[in-house]
């Protein structure tokens, strides 16, 4: 297991980095109690070799993701039976599951009833195999692991901080059930934590333009192979829609509407606001 | 051409009674319209058991024996109409031979209000004025109107070979509708094996684990018949009581039957009869029990494969479907949905929640062009109800647009909501948007912006009246 998941981290990583234009489709709905990717075809970019087919497609320990964000994964995509946190930005928890979707899974989101769906669409994610519970309530625990017998992914952003013992049967629901839980939010003890630290928008001038692009720095933290943060940046959104690495990525801010964030920023600029 | 009063040729199909009660909605997400509906359906049960519910407000039954029984055509037309009036429904009644003709007869009124009987043999000079657009088949009836084929008249004089070389079967169904021929029923031949299912409930239930049974008995019926090659057009649900008491229903469903379909018509009944009889024999007769629900597939057609899921292409799975009842059943049917994309120009109008389990189209269809809508990329957060929000420029006044859209200055700060102060490093607009000034209650006149802050968040922002909104934001 260890063996394939180290397998897995280094063939995705060069999946991320293969063009995307020498993808090939293959079928999905392959190998004994991998249901979840059934009757899809998923587009595999490396090409030929069909010796790591099996394991990224039979999904026994990984969903697919966006191939850019394969690298800020250490499984090189969504462990099953995992958790992953998700700060400050909402296209970020759509991006992370928009390649599962298309991949043929079901997602559920709970407790966000501002859900961009049009964005998730234009990201790949299929709107048709969208579950929304816009208010799950204070039962959100009982609701999310409802949903989790139905759904491959589902996004919860929880309306209060979990209490101790509704995270840790959350959990319990995810390692049976093999699902996938991505929180829009804390999550205490979460293996992956991603979180959008800055960003700079593309387009968009002073009176002229309009919003084009994003280029975010991204930064994976959490436990095990990610103790140490890895930064990286990416396009959130590109130009055509897509998720992308940036790779002119030397923090080259001098984008309008470029943008630290941070106490010193707010700092900064609140003399200015008080003064008023 | 058969002169009316002529006896009915060997293709004219049966004679057919349809009750219209206008000014019913199609259905509706909470099924309130089936369930009144059901109060006139009891009403002509009374004259006979066997009714067809094709949709909230339109009802069919077979004319032939009922007529006989009750003294002619005319006078069983005259007594439902009377019988569901006398109920506090305004109802119209018409009898022609098949379906179509029978429903259109029951909207042509007579001026002192009894409906239209159309003799035997006298459909098609019955059918001959009316425009191709009662037919249901809007693409064909928009191409025969541009051919100058206006009526349904002029489509049944056609030469039959022609239609069917220019129109294939579709042009050739309707033409037959049109000659008051009716298209044939696909293969209705009886059941050979016994394909109903039956559930006896020990001890007795109540209406909710009934329902919940019901997509089961639902589900095994369904694959009965798919293991035949069979597909159902009709279900009747039977249920009895604990006191033996009986509720039969036919439940016709556009295209063919889901589960989970049957499952909500199993529910409305119930919910229609159980209240029907507390009002009736008041609350301690109300149903007490359920002791048996039996689901018997009516009106056979072979299974053509073109059984689709709810939502296009692709299937919903049982998983999915058992998940999202019981999610229903914890927080309401509204609760859990299921997004369609639709058409539109501020983001919160290009998607449409529709309850999970509900078909529904989109109110304005995505792929036209929407000019002024807002360019891509969309915001990965779409406020349901916009937020109200403040903008003000260097000097500290708020910002404002003229009619002729021009910004009183550059805008310099934001807040949303309570949240303090942001700076704006990057704003682009104003781009005007006058939506449906005709309706004054919908018409709306919004100029968009959009605002970069320091925080390297982007906001979709608009104003209208002078008040400021975030509509979205991008993050």
């Known amino acids: 297991m260890r063996e394939k998941t180290s397998q897995l981290t ?154 101790a013992e509704a995270r840790r049967r959350l959990e319990g629901v995810l390692r049976r059930g093999g699902g996938v839980l991505v929180v829009a939010g804390e999550w205490e003890g979460a293996p992956v934590r991603l979180r959008v630290t800055r960003r700079s928008w593309a387009g968009i001038g002073d009176g002229y333009g309009s919003l084009r692009a994003c280029r975010a720095e991204v930064v994976a933290e959490g436990r095990g192979a990610v103790t140490r943060p890895r930064p990286r940046w990416l396009w959130l959104p590109a130009p055509d829609g897509t998720v992308a690495p940036d790779e002119t990525a030397a923090a080259d801010l001098s984008f309008r509407g470029s943008a630290v964030t941070g106490a010193a920023a707010r700092a900064a600029a609140a003399p200015r606001r008080a003064a008023r | 051409m058969k002169a009316p009063g002529q006896v009915a040729g060997p293709d004219e199909p049966a004679r057919v009674l349809a009750v219209w009660c206008p000014g019913w909605l199609e259905e509706d997400a909470s099924g309130a319209e089936a369930r009144a509906f059901g109060d006139v359906i009891t009403v002509v049960e009374g004259f006979c058991p066997e009714v067809e519910i094709l949709r909230p407000g339109l009802c069919l039954l077979a004319a032939r024996g009922p007529a006989r029984y009750f003294g002619g055509e005319d006078a069983l037309a005259r007594k439902i109409a009377d019988a569901v009036t006398a109920h506090g429904v305004v109802c119209h009644t018409g009898v022609a031979a098949g379906q179509f003709a029978a429903a259109l007869a029951a909207r042509a009124v007579r001026p002192d209000g009894t409906g239209v009987v159309v003799p035997p043999g006298g459909a098609r000079q019955f059918l001959a004025p009316h425009p191709v657009h009662v037919l249901a088949a809007p693409a064909l009836a928009g191409q025969l109107a541009r051919l100058g084929i206006r009526t349904l008249g002029d489509l049944a004089a056609l030469p039959a070979r022609d239609v069917a070389s220019r129109f294939g079967a579709e042009g050739t169904a309707a033409q037959r509708v049109a000659r008051g021929e009716e298209a044939r029923r696909l293969a209705t031949g009886p ?285």
């Open chain 2, 191 to 475: 059941p050979q094996a016994d394909l109903s299912a039956t559930l006896e409930f020990d001890p007795p239930v109540h209406a909710e684990p009934a329902v919940f049974a019901a997509k089961g008995l639902a589900e095994q019926m369904l694959a009965g018949l798919a293991s035949r090659g069979l597909s159902c057009v009709r279900v009747r649900v039977e249920v009895t009581d604990t006191d033996g008491r009986e509720s039969t229903r036919l439940w016709r469903h556009d295209g063919l039957l889901s589960a989970l379909a049957v499952a909500q018509r199993v529910r409305w009944q119930l919910d229609g009869w159980s209240s029907g009889a507390a009002a009736e024999d008041g609350p301690d007769e109300s149903v007490c029990g359920i002791a048996m629900l039996r689901l018997v597939p009516d009106h056979l057609v072979p299974d053509e494969g073109r059984q689709l899921g709810l939502w296009g292409d692709d299937l919903i799975s049982g998983r999915v479907e058992r998940a999202a009842v019981r999610l229903q059943a914890m927080l309401g049917h509204e609760s859990v949905a299921h997004p369609v994309l639709a058409g539109g120009r501020g983001p919160g109008e290009q998607v449409m929640l529709v309850p999970f389990g509900d078909i529904r189209d989109a109110r304005h269809p995505a792929d036209r062009p929407w000019p002024a809508r807002i360019p891509p990329p969309a915001p990965a957060t779409v406020y349901p109800v916009p937020r109200p929000a403040r903008v003000i420029d260097a000097a500290g006044a708020p910002v404002t647009v003229t009619g002729r859209a021009a910004v009183s200055a550059s805008p310099d700060a934001l807040t949303v909501g309570d949240s303090p102060w942001l700076a704006i490093t990057a704003w682009a607009g104003p781009w005007p948007v006058t939506e449906r000034w005709w309706d004054e209650r919908n018409a709306t006149r919004r100029a968009r912006f959009q605002l970069v802050t320091e925080d390297g968040i982007a906001w979709l922002a608009a104003v209208e009246l002078g008040r400021w909104q975030i509509e979205a934001r991008y993050d």
């Open chain 1, 10 to 163: 280094g063939f995705m990583g060069l999946m991320g980095r293969l063009p995307a234009a020498a993808a090939t489709a293959i079928d999905g709905a392959s190998s004994g109690n991998s249901v979840f990717l059934r009757a899809a075809t998923f587009s595999r970019p490396d090409g030929a070799s069909g010796s790591y087919g099996d394991i990224v497609v039979s999904g026994d320990a990984v969903l697919p993701v966006l191939p850019a964000l394969a690298e800020l994964l250490p499984a090189g995509g969504l462990a099953r039976g995992s958790v992953v946190a998700v700060d400050r930005s909402g296209l970020l928890c759509l991006a992370l599951v928009a390649g599962a979707s298309a991949a043929g899974a079901w997602c559920g989101v709970a407790g966000v009833p501002d859900l961009g769906v049009v964005a998730a669409a234009g990201l790949g994610a299929a709107p048709a195999r969208l579950m929304l519970v816009p208010d799950p309530g204070p039962g959100w625990p009982q609701v999310v692991a409802s949903m989790l017998e139905a759904c491959e992914v589902v996004v919860v952003r929880p309306p209060a901080q979990p209490q």
